[in-house]
């Protein structure tokens, strides 16, 4: 019989001889089913999960409990309970299991489980929210399956320090097995349910910024109004790049310790540090890296030159079904998200001529306008890298009239004749380059971090060890973030002639023109930009994060197409 269905918890599929539903339901997720349909499908059957302050709080409530202490008698010697803490209780029967908080005696032999909570009583006449009633009834009914009786339970609210009694009357234990079996319908399916609409849950939730609730409804439809900025515009956590050869890093308590040639010259807290970025020789500590695996801190490589060579992180992320429908996309060619990357990026280099070119550029303007036009109709991928290799050569010809004119004239360290790279001829191409390596590092990260593989790609073909996926995503943003970089960088003097150095036909960054550059590219990655497709502000790190996750959601059929983010 199909999962759910009846009672028959963890039967198989007739000739499956698999389950897609585990036979045991942890209480924890009927409460988040309860509250929310998709919460309880992205956390549970997509295995994704983030922290934020309320389960942080929660953790730290359940702290005493979590202990665990006490016996739980048998059955016959139920009288005997004082007191039982974290008690792992399992029913085959029903297809759950749990952890009970804590377990007391009532006067008359029964047992009472009661539940910590972090909050207070809900203003209502139960003084209690459905998932917190539910998921108390649940493990009442995992004691019942278990032999001993009991008849009510208890929560326990940490901030007014008060308990509530739950009876386990019939039309909540009633409630209580029907919720358990639409939940297992909900877990069968491959996709999760639809978000809540303009739902007061959402703001709360620890995965907003995974769900994407209304972002998710505004493009399919279901909400008529301005999406909320239900994701925070930035974090206080920034990546930390080390650039100075033979650096060595340790840990210290909750400190990255910093030592050149023996001698500590910096400390910077572990929780303000979101990614680590090494440049060139740099040594870490096996201390620093089993912290930054726990954490969830990703290292990204870099050359003594600039070029982007790997990650070191931990274990995979658990979304296997994002995964494989990315595989099928890029199987069937994937043509239309490769269309949706290279107008994106024609039209946001179009818009940083017109906006900002200190001479006429009008030819170039009009090219690029109708390069747009051309790559929405682009009938291959042949086709698509021709009208994208035109379009990037009429915007490089006309790319130095984005620099003032006392510092692109001819013969000048910043004098622009086309793009070049491997290694770049001059200083603006060895700019841009650096620049295109950290945002793709950014991208890989990112990709990472949601689900993807990184190095499996709509438009660039998935060779040569590249991340082809980091670097479509990168095409929408090269323009937006490391063009403007580079061009605002040598306008305000941060980057000067002396930054660069002659290295056989090449030009390289100096240590310090390469630690300029990566302040004024951190600071462009912080700077808030208005979303036009949403009408909010958030920072361009979190804006590449958002249109990631909505390449997931047009993968696995949540939205109906990719929407590149192009300014006006």
Known sequence: MSAGGGTGHGETSAGSGIDPVPELVPARMVNEF??????????WVQARFADNLDTEEGAYVHRVVDDGGGRLPPPEAAEDLKVARSVRLSSDRLGLVAVVDLLEADDDGAVVPVDYKKGSPADNPHRAHAPERVQLCVQGLLLRDNGYRCDHGELYFATTRTRVRVDFDDALVAE???????????????????????????????????????ETNALTGRLQRRPRRLLPSGTDAMPLHVTEPGTYLGKDQGLITVSVKGRKTNEIRLIDVSQLCLHGNVQVSSQLLRELLDRDVPIAHFTGGGWFQGITHGMPSKHVGLR??????????????????????????????????KQPVDAAVERLARAVTEAERAPNAGALLGIEGAAARAYFEVFPSLMSAEVALPGSPFDFNGRNRRPPTDAVNCLLSFGYALLTKDLTVTTLLIGFDPYMGFYHRPRYGRPALALDLAEEFRPLIVDSTVVSAINNGEIRPSHFEQRGPGISLTRDGRRAFLRAYERRMTTEVTHPIFGYKITYRRVIEVQ???LGAVLLGEVPEYRPFRTR
């Open 548 to 550: 990631a996750r909505l």
């Open 324 to 357: 494989i429908r990315q595989a099928a996309t890029v199987a069937q060619g994937g043509l239309p998200l490769a269309r949706v990357a290279i107008v994106g990026k024609i039209a946001n280099s179009r818009v940083l001529l017109r906006r900002n070119a």
């Open 34 to 43: 309860t509250y929310c349909p998709r919460l309880f499908h992205l956390e």
């Open 176 to 214: 209580t097995l029907h919720t358990l079996d639409d939940l297992r319908r909900t877990a069968g399916n491959d996709e999760p349910p639809p978000p809540l609409v303009d739902s007061p849950k959402c703001p709360r939730c620890s995965l907003v910024g995974l769900c994407l609730p209304d």
